[in-house]
């Protein structure tokens, strides 16, 4: 299974990851967590980002892209991953699309942790707090002034990703103001309901039988809410057919599922268009290019 974490400094991507790694059997790969250890390594990386780390900004594209390209080729990665804080910009993420394709592999689904902001910055207190009575050495960006900055660069910079993977139908959007369990269930359930879509699939496939992951998720159910707002999609138009189709938000009931699927199903002709517009430039296309390079 691979996987991305999305979310602001605070939304929970750590715990999350940490508990999925566990559950899944995959790696958490965490871009912040490379380049702290590069730092205090002093390698040529950790030299170039001290001081952009410090002030709250990113570092530059090619250095993160550089690291992944290089972790996921690692043997412990082969089973799949979960990137916690990658990709963090636009073209972060079309080099991301570019390894992947390169490298046949496919991304199953991006986890959006939406949180408010309000929120945010108690939570990062908490953690200070919580670190020195540790006594663990706390992060120098995590101050309520870096903070600020790392939030605007989030806002700016990485929440347009919502939008590329909502538009890939990649992105499931999960409440992170719950507790930390209910998060983490509805993950689990969200990612059993896609990992069951998958299976019955390969199943169909295969002749029709269900395998035991498949059985199970259709008991989920995330999955009757799904098939629920199929069955009331087919009966309406074919853009609503469409729109209920892939692994999108994980509706909590039918009712809800059914409303989804019209809501996106307008949505489509808007999304249409926004895509003929943001049709990749070829300077857009170079840029990537350039990033995933002898990857
Ligand atoms: P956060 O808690 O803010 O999500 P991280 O540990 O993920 O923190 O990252 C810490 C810092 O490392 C970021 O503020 C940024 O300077 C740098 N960084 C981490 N990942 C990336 C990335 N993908 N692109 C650019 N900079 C990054």
């Known amino acids: ?3 991305i974490l999305l979310g602001p400094p605070g939304a929970g991507k750590g715990t999350q990851a940490h508990r999925l790694v566990q559950r899944n059997g995959i790696v958490q790969l965490s871009t912040g967590e490379m380049l ?9 990386v950790g030299l170039k980002a001290k001081d952009i780390m410090a002030s709250g900004a990113l570092v530059p594209d090619e250095v993160v892209v550089g690291i992944i390209a290089d972790r996921i080729e690692e043997p412990d990665a082969k089973k799949g991953f979960i990137l916690d804080g990658f990709p963090r910009t636009v073209p972060q993420a079309e080099a991301l699309d570019e390894l992947l394709k390169r490298k046949h592999l ?28 540790r006594g ?8 309520p002034e870096v903070l600020s900055k790392r939030l605007a660069s989030y806002r700016a910079q990485t929440e347009p990703l919502v939008h590329y993977y909502s538009e890939k139908r990649k992105l499931i959007t999960i409440d992170g103001m719950m507790t930390i ?10 990612l059993a309901a896609l990992v069951g879509a998958e299976s019955a699939k390969a199943a169909k496939k295969a002749g029709g039988k269900k395998t035991k992951a498949a ?11 799904a098939k629920a707002a199929k069955k009331a999609a087919k009966a309406g138009s074919k853009k609503a057919k469409k729109a209920s189709k892939p692994a999108g938000k994980a ?6 599922a059914v409303k989804k699927a019209k809501t996106r199903a307008a949505g489509t002709k808007a999304a249409k268009t926004r895509k003929v517009a943001k049709k990749v430039t070829k300077k857009r296309a170079k840029a990537v290019k350039r990033l995933t390079k002898r990857r």
């Open 1 to 3: 299974m691979r996987l």
């Open 181 to 190: 369990e209910q998060v983490t269930s509805a993950i689990n359930r969200v």
């Open 36 to 44: 702290r250890a590069a730092v205090a390594a002093g390698t040529p």
């Open 106 to 133: 496919k991304l199953d689904a991006v986890v959006e942790l939406r949180v408010n902001e309000s929120a945010l910055l108690e939570r990062v207190e908490t953690r200070v707090a919580q670190m020195r009575e």
């Open 251 to 256: 509706a909590k009931s039918p009712k809800k």
């Open 215 to 225: 059985k199970k998720a259709a008991a989920s159910p995330v999955t009757k809410a």
């Open 136 to 143: 663990e050495e706390v992060r120098i960006d995590d101050t």
